[in-house]
């Protein structure tokens, strides 16, 4: 199996299934003498593990990161990047393959099962193997070594949507997505949706998710106007996360039903003749290149296939079958989406700001 790998001078391949003994991811292209440690990768993860409250999968991972290669300890006694390929491993430790006995000859409505075994003549049925978003968890860890390479730029991410429940914009407080378990920056929003998603929660059914990524202090200058663009490079990485299904730059879709006078970003000249805009409808890129602006990165996320209803389906050999899906699942998969959404965020970033230190200094 080819493309578990993305970036090009940054550079990111996750390898391992979601039971299998381990997973992890190499990158490869992070400059030398950045100061990285365990502990620099940890926190992102906590933010993204399984099983923190009753919203999300009951799969207890502690996600503890290694760091196996890339890193030495210099005359100071600091670690430090070297240059090499950096190799970082999560292990496995509290899956239950028998949840999945089941549906081994079942494809389940929704899931990868039948694209991935009509192409490959083989599947791991055991929580989806490469096609689980257990492979997320090394996209987070890459995320933090990117972070380190771009220290001025500061990533957030917030979800702002859960079914068709939506956050009022005039509430953002960005202090409050610490405050509950949804990545919330809307407390009102964040009680709604808590007595909300119970009432999925307790009939075994799922519920989709809009979650919004944003990237302040990002230098004018990312990105090329062509096949290199930032918002085309964004919206693929933020596309390959499991269970997304549509991305947007800034105004998005919203901006078919804008008129030019309204979406257009005006400009005038701030301290230091530097131009300043007067919005950002845009989201912090024009013609593939960043203005300077707040890159703001939107995606719709699916409500987790694996329910308790029924569903229609067949096996492997041609029987139609009804299938309901056991196992520890999340009734909202968008919620653990936020951490991944900005690790993706700064892997591309990173990317961009050392092809763009290659190009033009």
């Not at 000249?269 to 989201?283: D, E, R, V």
């Not at 092809?355 to 033009?360: D, F, G, P, W």
Request: one cysteine or more; hydrophobic letters at 35%.
């Amino acid at each position: 199996m080819s493309h578990n790998t993305f970036g090009h001078l940054f550079r990111v391949t996750t390898w391992g299934e979601s039971h299998g003994p381990a997973i992890g991811c190499v990158v490869d292209g992070c400059p030398p003498l950045i100061p990285l440690t365990e502990t620099d990768l940890q926190g992102w993860l906590e933010k993204r593990k399984p099983g923190q409250s009753k919203y999300t999968t009951q799969r207890r991972e502690a996600d503890e990161v290694r760091i196996l290669s890339g890193v030495m300890v210099d005359g100071d006694g600091v670690q430090k990047t070297t240059g090499t390929p950096i190799s970082l491993e999560i292990q496995n430790t509290d899956q239950r393959s028998k949840d999945y006995s089941e549906i081994k000859e079942r494809f389940r409505p929704g899931h990868a099962d039948y694209t991935y075994d009509a192409k490959y003549g083989i599947r791991d049925y055991r929580g989806g193997g490469r096609s689980s978003a257990r492979e997320t968890a090394a996209r987070v860890a890459a995320g933090g070594v990117a972070r380190k390479v771009i220290p001025g730029i500061r990533i957030r991410g917030a979800l702002v949507q859960i079914g068709p429940h939506k956050i009022d914009r005039s509430r953002w407080d960005w202090a409050e997505i610490d405050n509950n378990p949804f990545f919330c920056p809307d407390r009102q929003a964040a009680g709604e949706w808590a007595d909300y998603l119970d009432g999925i929660r307790k009939s075994g059914s799922s519920v989709g998710a809009v979650v919004e990524v944003i990237a302040e202090d990002v230098p004018v200058g990312l990105g090329a106007p062509i096949y290199g663009k930032l918002d085309a490079d964004l919206a693929a990485a933020m596309m390959s996360i499991n269970a997304v299904k549509g991305v947007e730059i800034g105004n998005g879709f919203e901006a078919a039903s804008l008129t030019g006078e309204e979406n257009a970003d005006e400009m005038r000249i701030g301290q230091g003749k530097t131009p300043i805009f007067l919005s950002n409808n845009a989201g912090g890129v024009l013609g593939g290149i960043s203005s300077g602006e707040p890159v703001v990165v939107r995606f719709a996320v699916k409500p987790t296939s694996s329910i308790l209803t029924p569903r229609k389906s067949v096996t492997r050999t041609g029987e139609e079958v009804d299938v309901m899906t056991k196992g520890r699942h999340d009734p909202c998969v968008g919620i653990r989406a936020v951490p991944v959404g900005e690790a993706m965020m700064a892997c591309v970033l990173a990317d961009h700001f050392l092809r763009n230190r290659a190009q033009v200094g």
